[in-house]
């Protein structure tokens, strides 16, 4: 075997990565919206570049406060802690069992949390970051309380539907100021509010628009969608903003005079990266540990999240970070576009969403991986539709992918007692069989180094396509009868290809990596191998294999319809 041409990749091997995917909102379960903007391309990426060795740490949690979550408490006349607890163990658990393996999953309600972003705020007060400014507010007499945006309902100034929210109206979409609202209620006790003066904290994000363009000319890898949102901000200039709340769930203002205050959650959300990395550090035994990504020039920063998040990671949440100075700036923001379900906008309100809970209940993990990967919207927004979803089980895993590995080691069983047959004289099919190999997981790697992970699935597919027709051509069914060494060589080959995909499978399939390995009775063989020795790994003449399971199964019509049928329908 040649060695492969040296890869020209833009991460080394023990190099420090630090990878973050959104924190997802702790006030309902996780969606298919959720996976295929943030968690899976985050976890291919992590499980590719562990293969590629990396020193790597992924990490997130649930994002714990804020008003939506206060709201639903009341309407459920329970604590907004029962609210979270609820919803973030229900995420915890979604999270195992499709495969997105955090190093750890934390929580923004715990006191380790609270004390960090406490600290970080007290760190850019004290530096004049953050200052004090007198607002005009709605202010319920009856409540006795000032009401956040969410807390106010009215007419729409423009559509004049009833029931507009103070931050923005559900009927025609717009965005809304609170004192925008003809005749605006409390929502609690629908009395007519006030206006009077308060004081909210204001973050100074004005003060480093020249250092963020500054910084983001230097990113000419970034995705345009984020460089042209950032771009947009920039020339509308920056303006300050305010970091405290009227509410009493959330992280106390640490200052005397904001008694009643909390930080608003857009604050303390993305310090929940580095706080779930400090409680990571301490569960392994090595408290300052943290310190070796968040504190290390060397490490790069990379925020996987959806296009709804591109403000605050991209400009806000670096600016932040710029002014406390001790961490690191992010070094990527792949951003994704959003999924839609049969072509309209998910809407977990109208129960318009497919929960991947409810998915999970009736299919395997990985065919919906594969489709998530395979149709991810990376660059525009992307459709999810049940039929497709078969149509991409059925034809692609389970006909091109499962269909190779299943009557290949069939076939083996059945004529050579289930053992490796011998790699003999290989012709120039087989060989081309083998570099084939070496290309793709080249193009792979390339592919997942620049974020591209519906490129690198589909080159994954491909490769099993070539594998395929291979098998066709050389027909060792005919070989069998005439030439017993031609054969054995074909299926040697074939088995080659199988151990190659038993580990370029793992970032995208990691479920039936590890069933294939299985099969090959190869332990460890996709985990502990890496990414570099993929084109040489070779099975030995011999070698016994382990049992044979089907890969991906067919998924009936009935099937693909009843979930149809459950769209837009009322939970029960
Ligand atoms: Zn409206
Ligand atoms: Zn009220």
Redesign the pocket.
Known sequence: MQSMAERNTSVDLGDKILVTAALPYANGPLHLGHLAGAYIPADVYVRYQRLRGADILFICGSDEHGVPITIRADKENVTPQAIVDRYHAMMQNSFDRIGVAFDNYSRTSLPLHHKISQDIFLNLYHKGFINEQSVRQYYCATCNRFLPDRYIEGE??????QG?RGDQ??????W?EPEQLIAPKCKVCGSSPELRTTKHWYFRLSVFQKRLEEWQNSKADWKNNVREFCSGWFQEGLTDRPITRDIDWGIPVPLPEAEGKVLYVWFDAPIGYISSSVEWAQKQGTPERWRDYWCNKNTRLIHFIGKDNIVFHAIVWPATLMAHEEFILPDQIPANEFLNIEGKKISTSRNWAVWVNEYLDVFPPDPLRYYLEANAPENKDADFTWKDFQQRNNSELADVLGNLINRSLSFIEKNFDAKVPSAGNLSDADRAVLAAIGESTQRIGAALDSFQVRRAVGELMDLARIGNKYFNDEAPWKSLKIDRGRCASTLNTTLQLQAALAVLMEPFLPFSAEKLWRMLNAPGLHRNQRWSDIPNLRISDGHPLGKREILFGKIEDEVIEAQIAKLGKPAN
Request: glycine residues 8%; contains cysteine; hydrophobic residues 20%.
């Open positions: 729409c100034p423009h559509c004049h539907k507009a109206c559900e009927a025609c979409g717009r809304l």
